[in-house]
């Protein structure tokens, strides 16, 4: 058991304090002997352990808790994850931009006969404009402002040349009717980042809450193992107490010398279950350190935390406690968000099953001239115009694309039902299993406070059989570890009946306002 602990404290420590701690180990053990009956091995042992470990650091469970949320990578990378997940939102917004978009073109042609005598030849040149945007009907509309140069030069053959400018401005809308219609699938983007996002705040969530439940768990492992080496300890002090009468009893000639070596024994046992037991404490305080991001190396080892473990009474309503988990929990609350992306995604799915049928019409002034100024003020006297306008059909016959795509959505959407259910079960059981274990600490404390009591008598009757000589030491020492057995009991139920406490704070919501701690 002791090498079991050293062993895992080893592979907890960085590299370069391994070594140092092995020759610690390994000398303690070389020197330590096979047990005294004074305090000199304990207090050398205690002194070698505190010289490789470093004094223990006091911290309360507050200070713990707000180093775990400072610095838990899970807590930093669940914050990070909702950033992500409302950029991934507002990159949607592109929809409500307006597109700015422009072209130039210039081409110039002709004809030769030989050695470059020229026939004819055409110049043109075009500059155009868009500015668009998307509806939220499903269409988009654009204002489109062009003008166009056609400029013809005269030939050898005495054809004349001609220059004219077209100017236009011309407003269009393309509507679909029936596929891609609708105000639901122009925000369906934004819905399902905003969606995602709240399932990324959800997971924060239920990472605070695991990360705190786990720090205070191992804070109540390093707490029990404290109170352990506590009351072996006390068993220490008894039986080197009961050794001291001992021998004076020896050198009275009360009792015989045969009586001194059952002590010494269970001394010597009592000695190496405190050094155990603060391995323990020293395991459980680097399982600690590591649950909060505190440094772990060389002379940071240990913690020392506050042992108070009596816990007030209260009635527990089973019924109530599950229905109000149900409620607060992280895992259902994401469920019913990715439940409603799902629909999102059918409701656009469903869409796709109709036909194409879009409507595009397009209109405005024109203007025809010589020049640019003059086919500039025909369009801004209205004096020409052109109108257009169609109506596009298109359809998949079988469209299997859509159809099984719906299928697989509609699958989807009823496993994460089933999921919901199964985690309302876990919900309940975990529930159940939490108050039953508080119902039972409480009944394994006062049956462990009567055990206590009845020990303590026990010894008193041993200790006055053993001065009249009617009973031994080793009859007296098996009632003071019966003592030691009932006080380890009475800690460990009321261990259980903190950690057991968490877990109904768990799962209600209530852990993290219990101990004040919040993440947002």
């Not at 068993?235 to 009275?252: F, H, N, W």
């Not at 772990?296 to 009596?310: D, Q």
């Amino acid at each position: 058991m002791r090498w079991c602990l050293i062993v895992s404290i080893l592979a907890a420590l960085p590299a370069y304090a391994q070594a140092d701690l092995l020759k610690r180990v390994l000398d303690a053990e070389a020197s330590g002997g096979t047990g005294g009956s004074g305090s000199g091995s304990t207090s050398a042992q205690e002194s070698d352990l505190v010289e490789w470990a470093g004094q223990a650091t006091q911290i309360t469970l507050p200070q713990l808790l707000q180093l775990a949320v400072q610095k838990a990578p899970a807590l930093a990378s669940a914050k990070l994850d909702i950033a992500i997940a409302e950029a991934q939102v507002a990159e949607t917004w592109v929809r409500h931009d307006w597109t700015v978009g422009a072209e130039a073109t210039y081409a110039k042609s002709g004809s030769t006969v030989f050695s470059g005598i020229v026939l004819d030849s055409t110049t043109s040149a075009t500059i155009s404009g868009d500015l668009s945007r998307a509806l939220p009907t499903g269409g988009t509309i654009d204002l489109h402002v062009d003008s166009n140069y056609q400029s013809t030069e005269a030939s050898l053959l005495g054809n004349g040349g001609s220059t004219y400018w077209t100017n236009d401005i011309t407003g269009s809308i393309k509507q679909p009717l029936l596929k891609g219609r609708g105000e639901s699938l122009y925000d369906a983007s934004e819905r399902r980042a905003t969606l995602t996002r709240d399932v990324s705040v959800l997971a924060r969530r239920l990472t605070a809450l695991n990360t705190i439940q786990a720090v205070i768990s191992a804070y109540w492992d390093l707490v029990l193992a404290q109170q352990q080496v506590a009351i072996t300890e006390q068993s220490l002090d008894l039986a080197r107490e009961r050794l001291r009468v001992t021998q004076i009893q020896v050198k009275g000639g009360k009792v015989a010398d045969a009586e001194v070596p059952a002590v010494q024994q269970i001394i010597a046992t009592r000695e190496e279950d405190v050094l155990n037991g603060e391995l323990l404490v020293l395991d459980r305080s680097i399982a600690l350190r590591r649950s909060v991001g505190m440094p772990i190396g060389k002379g940071e080892l240990g913690l020392r935390v506050a042992t108070e473990l009596e816990l007030a009474d209260s009635k527990l309503d089973l019924g109530d406690l599950v229905e109000r988990a149900y409620t607060a929990s992280p895992e259902l609350a994401q469920l019913a968000k990715q439940d409603k992306q799902s629909t999102i995604d059918i409701e656009v799915n469903e869409n796709g099953l109709l036909p194409q049928l879009d409507l595009a019409l397009s209109g405005g002034p024109r203007g025809t001239d010589t020049s640019f100024g003059s086919a500039t003020k025909d369009v801004f006297e209205l004096k020409a115009y052109q109108v257009q306008g169609s109506l596009t059909f298109s359809r998949s016959l079988h469209q299997y694309d859509v159809k099984y795509r719906e299928k697989e959505l509609r699958l989807g959407r009823e496993k994460l039902r089933v999921n919901s259910f199964d985690v309302r079960a876990q919900i309940a059981q975990a529930m159940a299993q939490a108050v039953a274990q508080i119902e039972l600490a409480k009944r394994r404390v006062v049956l462990s406070h009567r055990a206590i009591d009845l020990a303590k008598e026990n010894i008193r009757i041993e200790t006055d059989r053993f001065n009249l000589g009617r009973s031994t030491n080793f009859d007296v020492l098996n009632r003071l570890e019966e003592q030691r057995q009932a006080e380890l009991r009475r800690v460990q139920a009321l261990i259980d009946w903190h950690k057991a406490e968490i877990v109904v704070q768990t799962l209600t919501g209530d852990l993290l306002p219990t101990f004040g701690v919040s993440v947002e």
